[in-house]
């Protein structure tokens, strides 16, 4: 069974450009997720969806940061336009139901410049 | 808001020893997970305890939660240089599905 995936896993744009992130969970995983590590700081929690819906958005920073996952099945962050607060490694993961194991991915290593 | 700390933020010890790492958290959860995330790689899930269980094993893992402390604790027997890495521990929010971690413990195994 093929893990969660992330792609890039890294990319590098300058202040004001737009970037945009893509996560594939684990197949048959209904519940997805976005984290995000900012340097020398916890990992923390951006967003929640169950299938194409957005549970819970409460971690999300701003307005600049847009998730979608249209069909339920991979989702997208993007970022737009990025800041240098910005930089950091983006984690998605994924679980079959709501309070089980999530899964993460590998993570999109972000540079703002 | 509901942090988990672990403790000690780092954590030295000879290959074949055992390292005992410790997590505190704040409000009630359903469940405590912990994490291993090797330097640069993605984290990757090492067990899930729920919350009416006290102990749990994972072939060289053992994990305690003590609810009425607030705390859980990770134990690798018989350690390996391979099990440098930097460790977590994260707890739901209760009635959220969001993961909260904390700052994590870096273990360095000398060979």
Redesign the interface.
């Known amino acids: 069974e093929a893990g969660?995936t992330q792609f890039p896993s890294h990319s590098v744009i300058e202040k004001g450009q737009t970037v945009t992130l893509r996560c594939d969970p684990i197949s048959g995983h209904d519940?997805l997720?976005w984290?995000r590590r900012v340097m020398g700081k916890?990992?923390?929690?951006l967003l929640?969806f169950v299938k194409e819906s957005k549970?819970?958005e409460?971690?999300m920073p701003n307005n600049r940061f847009l998730a979608e996952r249209t069909g339920g099945t991979y989702s997208t962050l993007k970022v737009q336009p990025a800041e240098l607060e910005d930089s950091g490694v983006y984690?998605c993961?994924s679980?079959t139901w709501?309070?089980?194991?999530?899964?993460?991915?590998?993570?999109t290593r972000l540079t703002v410049t | 808001s509901q942090q988990g700390e672990e403790d000690p933020q780092a954590l030295s010890i000879q290959e074949g020893e055992n390292a005992t790492m410790n997590c505190s958290y704040k409000t009630s959860i359903n469940n405590l997970q912990w994490y291993r995330q090797n330097s640069g790689r993605g984290l990757v899930h090492l067990i899930l305890i729920r919350s009416n269980e006290r102990e749990k094993h994972s072939g060289r893992l053992r994990v305690t939660l003590d609810t009425s402390k607030k705390s859980s604790s990770l134990l690798i027997t018989a350690s390996r240089a391979a099990d440098t890495a930097s460790y977590f521990c994260a707890t739901d929010a209760g009635s959220s599905y969001k993961l909260i971690f904390g700052s994590g413990t870096r273990l360095l195994v000398r060979p």
């Open positions: 969660v519940n997720y984290y916890e990992i923390k929690f929640h549970q819970d409460s971690g984690f993961a679980s709501g309070l089980g194991e999530q899964y993460f991915g590998p993570g």
